[in-house]
């Protein structure tokens, strides 16, 4: 392996590594920051109310600091963002299932005859084969969602991680420009700016996006 592929593999497991510190309070947060709108999207896809996608995220962030240990930081053990589709599916499995408590009741009668609820099973190696016989909601592909809601989380943190690092004034120029499509001239005459004011944002802020993006990426 080369120095710089070394290097990008250190990289690319750093945060995990940090994760496994819980007094770590800055990693957790930018982990938090980073993932919690992906775990919210999906989990509002998957059929949940706003209340119950608050619930996914927290209970999804608990259950990555209490398994984290588990975690093996190796690409041949599988990736992270299969592992945190792992958990954030039992945690919206979870919410559904409080919808269902005739069911949960049932299970909980099946339990005390000596046989193995179908709704709880009893641990994690058990639910792997469980959950692929679960349909999600509305039959919902939620590995399809979960892959288009993790680009466009990615995306959206390279945002936000952008404007902290450029003057108000010039994310809007790009803003405007770039995302929303205006006309360099009518951009510049709205903001009193000069076009190449408009122009050096757009250079400028799409920079950062690329790199903070690829940063992003490389982190996990």
């Known amino acids: 392996m080369t120095e710089s592929a070394q290097d990008s593999q250190a990289t690319r497991w750093s945060l995990l590594a940090r994760l496994r510190n819980w007094e770590d309070q800055q990693s957790w947060r930018e982990f938090f920051d980073i993932y919690w709108r992906l775990i919210y999207s999906v989990a509002i896809k998957a059929g949940l109310s706003d209340a119950e996608a608050q619930d996914v995220v927290q209970?999804?962030?608990?259950?990555?600091?209490k398994k984290i240990h588990e975690f093996k930081c190796d690409p041949a053990a599988g990736s992270f963002k299969a592992w945190l589709l792992k958990l954030?599916?039992?945690?919206?499995?979870?919410?559904?299932?409080?919808?269902?408590?005739?069911?949960?009741?049932?299970?909980?009668?099946?339990?005390?005859?000596?046989q193995t609820p179908a709704l709880r099973p009893r641990d994690d190696s058990t639910r792997t084969a469980t959950i692929e016989r679960v349909a999600d909601p509305g039959s919902l592909d939620l590995d399809a969602v979960w892959e288009t809601e993790w680009e466009r989380n990615l995306a959206e943190a390279a945002k936000e991680r952008?404007?902290?690092?450029?003057?108000?004034?010039?994310?809007q120029m790009f803003e405007l420009y770039v995302v929303q499509g205006w006309?360099?001239?009518?951009?510049?005459?709205?903001?009193?700016?000069s076009v190449g004011q408009v122009y050096l944002a757009k250079h400028r802020v799409s920079a950062l996006?690329?790199?903070e993006a690829k940063r992003l990426k490389s982190a996990l």
Do not use: C, Y
């Open 59 to 65: 209970d999804t962030v608990l259950s990555v600091a």
């Open 88 to 114: 954030t599916r039992w945690r919206i499995l979870n919410q559904l299932k409080k919808r269902m408590p005739e069911k949960v009741g049932q299970a909980s009668s099946l339990s005390g005859a000596g």
């Open 162 to 171: 952008v404007k902290q690092k450029v003057s108000a004034h010039q994310f």
């Open 183 to 193: 006309p360099v001239r009518e951009v510049a005459r709205l903001l009193n700016v």
């Open 209 to 211: 996006l690329k790199k």
